[in-house]
């Protein structure tokens, strides 16, 4: 969530030359938008389009231009000025087929409802087939959701559908030097759920209209069971950006859920190689389940602004990737002082990705004018984080599993934590003086810290921790009378494949909680901490994990 400079890219030379501009690229608050008219208008046309058949989606008049293979969208279809408001459908292409796009594309009008507009409670549907292919080629085209529209991207184990860089095809890669973070903007879903970016008189007065980080559109409302739609067997890779002109934290993230509420569905849900957090919750409600988070730049799961939600299943894994074109990280400079100095990585660099696994702030304003939106609250089992020594690309924030800050709270089942090296001194749980505030209403239960290095900064809780805490050892809080454990770094916790919980170990001693004393019927009933069983090998869940991993560690 934090970061202080604008991340740069320098383009090689053959990139240089198409572009006519010489010099870095340098991230900004529009989205791009590089795309030709090349829409078919079939108004008064009786020319067929290639193969007789154009399988192209169609927005009244216009569709996509078909080349035998790929559709593609020109600015008059999708764009940062156009919103569409009707409903849009994707279809799987043959022979993987991809539907491309220069600039955003904007379902739903967005309103601020202070002004002379009204927020469509039922507004459009965005519908994408299993194994349709969705590529942006600028580095912040996204797909916006508004205020009561909908996505419905459901795909299946077989055909998932995969939101992605035009780099990651060989025949729409102009420049050829492949795919990386930051190639394009990723997903922004706005609710009408609540968050405490707004008042309590605003959101009764209807005029909650909170603003979205990044490209600026409004969220929020009074309805935590809002139905943004769903989104299912999905990748989104090679997404998010670096902080805009509102600096640090304005930033794009792989899947931003602004005020989303508990109607929206999120299940299995990879996303690789982000260039800011991986899902990051802003109030609302929504849940999510069997999630796998890679190599994503920033944190694997942000919660903020009140998030009340539930998520079962996460695995995030900390990497790293190798640049594919020369990579400048600016200096950051604090408060006059200069704590990191430029750096410039040639194409071929490992770079470490990865800063929390999980960074959980509570609130973003708090007091008597916000009593209808608590700081978040969240219900999480069965997470699997595996953090490394580095220290992340962009900002130089270390790797760790979790981080809590602003009034935080929050139950967490079954979770394991992995790390197994801190010679660079990173390490896996942090607090910040704020994140302490209610640590009396912040448990684990059933889980292992498997973490040679454990506690960042002082050891006990301080003077902003309640009462009865404070001077506590903060791994007494932890281990919560044996409910936890804490096993060190060299524990045998992870079968080969290196995201599994190896259920014979020796090391885990602790109990799994089988979730059934939630009384919830949105947490399946399990035997083992962590998000993977070593036993569970024929289901959809390890299939899934076991692609993601891979794909990731091959990429």
């Not at 991340?7 to 090689?12: E, L, M, P, R, T």
């Not at 002379?116 to 292919?133: E, F, Q, R, Y």
């Not at 794009?252 to 989303?260: D, H």
């Not at 660099?349 to 509570?362: I, K, Q, S, Y």
Request: one cysteine or more; charged letters at 20%; aromatic letters at 8%.
């Amino acid at each position: 969530m934090k970061l202080k400079q604008i991340f740069q890219v320098s383009i090689v030379a053959g990139a240089l030359a198409l572009a006519g501009c010489g010099g870095d690229i340098n991230v900004t608050p529009t989205v791009n938008d590089n795309s030709i008219d090349n829409s078919t208008n079939n108004s008064g046309n009786t020319t067929p389009p290639v193969g007789d058949t154009n399988p192209c989606a169609t927005r009244g008049d216009l569709q996509g231009a078909f080349d035998g293979q790929d559709c593609s969208y020109s600015a008059a279809f999708a764009s940062k000025n156009v919103e569409v408001t009707e409903d849009l459908t994707f279809a799987e292409l043959e022979s993987d087929g991809v539907h491309v796009f220069s600039g955003a594309l904007l379902i739903g009008k967005d309103c601020n409802t202070t002004t002379s507009c009204t927020v469509a409670a039922n507004g459009p549907t965005l519908t994408i087939a299993a194994g349709a292919n969705l590529a942006f080629d600028s580095g912040e085209a996204i797909i916006r959701v508004a205020r009561g529209a909908k996505i419905n991207a459901v795909g299946t184990i077989d055909k998932p559908i995969n939101f992605t860089s035009t780099n990651a095809y060989d025949r729409l890669d102009v420049v050829g030097d492949g795919p990386q973070f930051a190639d394009w903007g990723g997903i922004i879903i706005n609710g009408f759920g609540i968050t405490n970016q707004c008042t309590d008189v605003s959101r009764d007065a209807g005029t909650c209209n909170a603003p979205t980080e990044g490209v600026l559109s409004h969220f929020g409302g009074n309805d935590n069971t809002d139905n943004s739609g769903t989104i299912q067997y999905a990748k989104i890779w090679y997404a998010g950006s670096g902080p805009k002109t509102g600096g640090a934290g304005d930033d794009l993230n792989s899947l931003t859920l602004n005020g989303v509420g508990s109607g929206t569905s999120f299940d299995y849900i990879h996303i690789h190689q982000g260039f800011d957090d991986g899902i990051e919750f802003f109030g609302g409600a929504a849940t999510l389940k069997h999630i796998v988070v890679t190599d994503t730049q920033d944190d694997g799961i942000d919660i903020d602004g009140g998030w009340q939600g539930k998520a079962q299943f996460i695995v995030v894994k900390h990497g790293t990737v190798k640049s594919k074109k020369e990579v400048i990280s600016p200096a950051i400079v604090e408060n006059g002082v200069e704590e990191k100095p430029e750096e410039i990585f040639p194409a071929g660099t490992p770079l470490f990705m990865g800063n929390n696994g999980f960074e959980t702030d509570g609130e973003k304003n708090s007091g008597a004018e916000y009593s209808q939106a608590p700081a978040s609250n969240p219900i999480i089992a069965n997470v699997t984080v595996i953090t490394t020594d580095g220290k992340s690309l962009r900002d130089g924030d270390p790797s760790q599993a979790f981080k809590f800050d602003d009034a935080i709270k929050g139950m967490y089942y079954n979770v394991l934590m992995v790390k197994n090296d801190g010679t660079n001194g990173t390490d896996c749980v942090q607090f910040k003086s704020d994140g302490e505030k209610n640590a009396d209403t912040l448990s684990f239960t059933s889980s292992a810290m498997a973490c040679i290095n454990e506690f960042k900064g002082d050891s006990v809780f301080g003077s902003k921790a309640p009462v009865a805490l404070q001077g506590t050892a903060k791994t007494d809080w932890f281990d919560n009378s044996g409910a936890n454990e804490r096993i060190g770094g060299n524990a045998s916790v992870l079968v080969a494949n290196g995201f599994a919980t190896n259920t014979s170990s020796t090391d885990i001693t602790v109990t799994a909680n089988d979730l059934s004393s939630l009384n919830d019927s949105f947490f399946e009933t399990v035997s083992h901490v962590g998000a993977v069983s070593d036993q569970d090998t024929g289901s959809d869940w390890y299939k899934w994990v076991e692609t993601a991993i891979t794909a990731a560690d091959l990429d």
